[in-house]
């Protein structure tokens, strides 16, 4: 029987002879010619450096697991918070709404993951809030506005009225005028609510558009209120480009023009002229609309196009203006992805210009 002793005691021995001790492997010498055994070769090694080394090591690691344990749960509360602050500031903003204020918005436009796409959501929504209510708000202050005098003359008219017995005649003569109040009551609640159908976004308000032929359409109505025009011996001249088709709404763009015409008649002298012309110009219809007549002043151009704004307010009345005409041309036009504006010349023509996709 062989022994074997290692003649240095350094760590590579120290492996491979406890490698070979863990395996219980015994090492049977042949003879390599005859292939007999002639012996054995044991190979042997402490255990106490390994057992030392091991007991060291879990040591090490019992004293370090409250420290690993402190800054795992540093970290975590930390990266927790970094996470958490985009839903904290979510909460605020949706506690910060009241009915009053629809102005408060989350505003983390940077971030693309989960939180920031909720974020964004969330703010498009505020706006379409915002905008609804607003739409309210300004449909209850136009009816208060402009219904509460009219209602409250029909009122008193009526007390007057009821006040004494009169003669059949004079109730006769009263209702008729009451009738009349309430026709125009009808016309001014109808335009309302028409124009609050026309700011709605258009993914609310269902706006059809057809391919149209503007120019029969602008024939058409010129004809259509040429008999007015008659009245006040008004000419009428137009020069109009042939087939200039656009894509639009019929019944509103029937409206709007006739809008832009009526009012021309209404402030146009006796004995004055009206000129339409339509021609294309760089991808779009450009429809104008000529008057002679008073003019307006340079300081109410930029506010014809407010509700309820009159340059006049006496001279409007008595022309059955309610100051929603213009308006109404300006929403149909922003539909059709258009434009309008005026121009004016005192006491000499007043020029109205929409432009049209073709």
């Not at 008057?291 to 009159?310: D, Q, V």
């Not at 022309?319 to 434009?339: D, K, N, P, Q």
Request: net charge neutral; proline share 3%.
């Amino acid at each position: 029987m062989f022994f074997l002793q290692f003649r240095k005691n350094t760590i590579r021995t120290r492996l491979t002879a406890s490698y070979i001790l863990l395996l219980g492997c015994m090492l049977v010498i042949f003879d390599t010619y005859l292939y007999t055994q002639i012996g054995w070769l044991q190979v042997a090694q402490s255990l106490e450096s390994i057992s030392k080394a091991t007991e060291h090591l879990l040591t090490l690691m019992l004293f370090s697991c409250p420290f690993i344990l402190l800054i795992v749960g540093f970290g975590g509360l930390f990266f927790a918070e970094r996470v958490l602050r985009p839903i904290n500031r979510i909460i605020h903003t949706a506690q910060a709404i009241g009915p009053n204020d629809f102005t408060q918005r989350i505003g983390d436009r940077g971030s693309t993951d989960e939180i920031g796409r909720l974020s964004i959501t969330m703010d498009k929504m505020l706006d379409r809030l915002q905008e609804a209510f607003e739409h309210e708000r300004r449909f209850t202050a136009d009816v208060s506005h402009e219904l509460r005098t009219p209602l409250t003359v029909i009122k008193g008219r009526l007390g007057v009225t009821l006040s004494q017995s009169r003669s059949v005649e004079e109730y006769e003569s009263t209702l008729r005028e009451l009738q009349g109040d309430v026709d125009s009551l009808i016309r001014l609640t109808n335009r309302l609510l028409f124009l609050a159908r026309l700011e709605q976004s258009e993914s609310e308000y269902q706006f059809s558009l057809t391919n149209i032929d503007l120019s029969d359409l602008l024939e058409i109505l010129v004809e259509q209120i040429q008999p007015t025009a008659e009245i006040k011996n008004i000419t009428i001249s137009i020069n109009i480009e042939p087939s200039l088709y656009i894509a639009g709404n019929s019944d509103h763009l029937t409206r709007m023009f006739l809008n832009l015409l009526d009012n021309a008649i209404k402030y146009t002298n006796r004995e004055g002229q009206i000129t339409v012309r339509a021609h294309g110009e760089r991808g779009l219809a450009k429809v104008t609309v000529t008057n002679t007549g008073k003019g307006i002043e340079a300081e109410h151009l930029p506010h014809l196009f407010e509700r309820f704004y009159r340059v006049e307010s006496d001279r409007s009345r008595d022309t059955g203006g309610s100051g929603l005409g213009l308006a109404i041309a300006h929403e149909i036009v922003r539909l059709h992805r258009g434009s309008i504006h005026v121009t004016s010349q005192p006491n000499r023509l007043t020029t109205f210009t929409v432009q049209l996709p073709s």
